[in-house]
Nanobody
Framework: QVQLVESGGGLVRAGGSLRLSCAAS????????MAWYRQAPGKQRDLVAT???????VYADSVKGRFTISRDIAKNTVYLQMNSLKPEDTSVYYC????????????????WGQGTQVTVSS
């Protein structure tokens, strides 16, 4: 079974920074894509940023220039550096792993973390 554990969320003032981490564990051989999504109360879950195995990145327009996604392939870990935070960034942030190859369960299409709360005060 693949598990994703996020950390690094918290309360920060507008203009501040936070760094989220997400570590994937289990009998993992490789992960094609890792991503961050976020979901505010009463709203749908939206993509924040994604990074491929080769390092290609995609960002939501709302975070371009402020957030940076990166990953450590060897550690099966993805990071999200969030700068110049705004109150509208307040959400639960979820880690996602897509295309996970394992030694015990074969190919797992998608796996989610439990989420970490980010609150930005004005």
């Amino acid at each position: 079974q693949v598990q994703l554990v996020e950390s690094g969320g918290g309360l920060v003032r507008a203009g501040g920074s936070l760094r989220l981490s997400c570590a994937a564990s289990g009998s993992i051989v490789s992960i094609d894509t890792m991503a961050w999504y976020r979901q505010a109360p009463g709203k749908q879950r939206d993509l924040v940023a994604t990074i491929s195995f080769g390092g290609s990145v995609v960002y939501a327009d709302s975070v371009k220039g402020r957030f940076t996604i990166s990953r450590d392939i060897a550690k099966n870990t993805v990071y999200l550096q969030m700068n110049s935070l705004k109150p509208e960034d307040t959400s639960v942030y979820y880690c996602n792993a897509g295309g996970v190859r394992t030694t015990t369960q074969g190919y797992i299409y998608r796996s989610w973390g439990q989420g970490t709360q980010v609150t930005v005060s004005s």
